[in-house]
């Protein structure tokens, strides 16, 4: 069992940056793949951006590549999202989830960002 809580979210300004993070618990953290995932109002849940278990590999969303970068300390049972160059589009809760990267079984409950124009 893992259990994810998010934190980092807040206000910013278009062009500004913000950096969430997602501490885990339990023993398995450094087994997963970890991933944030974004839910703006009035839309689906979109992926963002992913890292292997090892930190080794790692893939996003079109929307985001170049301006977030996804890290992890599994020594500290933590995964990161440095997001930079913010646009008010980017405003949503984001949700960090642990699994597999087709089935991610475990998801925090989330942090909001919001960013003005």
């Known amino acids: 069992q893992v259990q994810l809580v998010e934190s980092g979210g807040g206000l910013v300004q278009a062009g500004g940056s913000l950096r969430l993070s997602c501490a885990a618990s339990?023993?398995?953290?450094?087994?997963?793949?970890m991933a944030w995932f974004r839910q703006a109002p009035g839309k689906e849940r979109e992926f963002a951006a992913r890292?292997?278990?090892?930190?080794?590999?790692?893939y996003y969303a079109d929307s985001v590549r170049g301006r977030f970068t996804i890290s992890r300390d599994n020594a500290k049972n933590t995964v990161y999202l440095q997001m930079n160059s913010l646009k008010p589009e980017d405003t949503a809760v984001y949700y960090c989830?642990?699994?597999?990267?087709?089935?991610?079984?475990?998801w925090g409950q989330g942090t909001q960002v919001t960013v003005s124009s």
């Open positions: 989830a642990a699994g597999l990267p087709a089935l991610y079984n475990y």
């Open positions: 890292i292997s278990w090892s930190a080794g590999s790692t």
């Open positions: 339990g023993r398995s953290f450094s087994r997963y793949t």
